[in-house]
């Protein structure tokens, strides 16, 4: 697969094509009809509990939020992929890959209300923290797969950023020392063409961001990130490469932010409906969609049943949040010294004054 799709060619796996007609069998992955459903309902369940988070912000009812619309075929198919004892590094935008890896939305609710509750993932195994800084994470991820290398382990890393992030410095240290030392990770690169308001043209003149491994003396590989079978294809045999000793992959996942940045961001301010009309025909749940119902494997009315179901539970399990109990005055002050220095006391006596002032 990597030699075939050398980034130096500029190619660029893909198995279904926007009607959801396979396109190339020799990749089809080999996943089974109940499999492929399965990763059809999750993918559904991202957007709508995605689409209803932005709802909620819009309401006020939870923090600034960074939409994953768009980019569910990375995430799901990474969930797919990644096995238990695998580690998964994320940036900020994989909402699929944290409920695949045993994270539950209502942590993810409580992140984004500010509670730091919201980052234990009590049921979740070898994942991290939510990274806002960009492509520090990725530095963490070359960390993990060389432990995991040393002690002998047969661990594989998932590290993730945005195409903004291949920019930055630690993007290029992490990738140099993950091929120096051979270690087991999967760089994957969310191409959604902007890093904020920034294009691919306005950042690099690379052919693409897959190129960037031949630098490093690394397997590189471009891949259609809308593409449900061709990431799992492509995640997959990287996971393969890198279990057996083989060093790092790095993976650029083509796909589209058809959302805003977060909510605080206007992307019409530097986008326009012709891009996104565009954009729209290679929609990852559309494509996979047409494929289920070509192949008879589901229909519309499964789906909206499905959907009314999913706003249900997402409701519910956003009331938790919501309800969650909120940290005491002591919380707040009292853990960050073995002995509170003075001048914390005297924030704490003025932020309880003006509360007082503020109940009164």
Known sequence: MFEKYNPINDLMLQVINN???VINKEFFPKLDDIQIIKAYKDMLFERTADLMTVSYQRQGRIFTYPPNYGQEAIHIASGMVIKNEDWLVPAFRELGAYLAKGATLKEIFLYFMGYED????KDANHILPISV?????LIHGTGLAYAAKYLNKKEVVFAYVGDGGTSEGDFHEALNFAAVWKVPVVFVVQNNQYAISTSKEDQTVSVNFAIK???YGMKGIKVDGNDLFAM???LNEAHDY???GNGPVLIEALTYRKGAHT???????????AEEEKWEQKDPLKRLKSYLIDNKLFSEDQEKNIIDDYKKEIDRIFSEAEN???????????HHYADMPQDLKNQQREHENFLKWKES
Request: aromatic share 14%; with cysteine.
């Open 19 to 21: 009607d959801g007609k």
């Open 118 to 121: 919201g980052t234990v993932f």
């Open 133 to 137: 800084p960009i492509a520090s994470q």
């Open 213 to 215: 491994s031949v630098a």
């Open 232 to 234: 799992y294809a492509a």
């Open 242 to 244: 890198c279990s057996k």
């Open 263 to 273: 909510t605080s961001d206007d992307p019409t301010k530097y986008r326009d409906k």
């Open 324 to 334: 969650y109990e909120p940290y005491s005055l002591n919380e707040v002050f009292k």
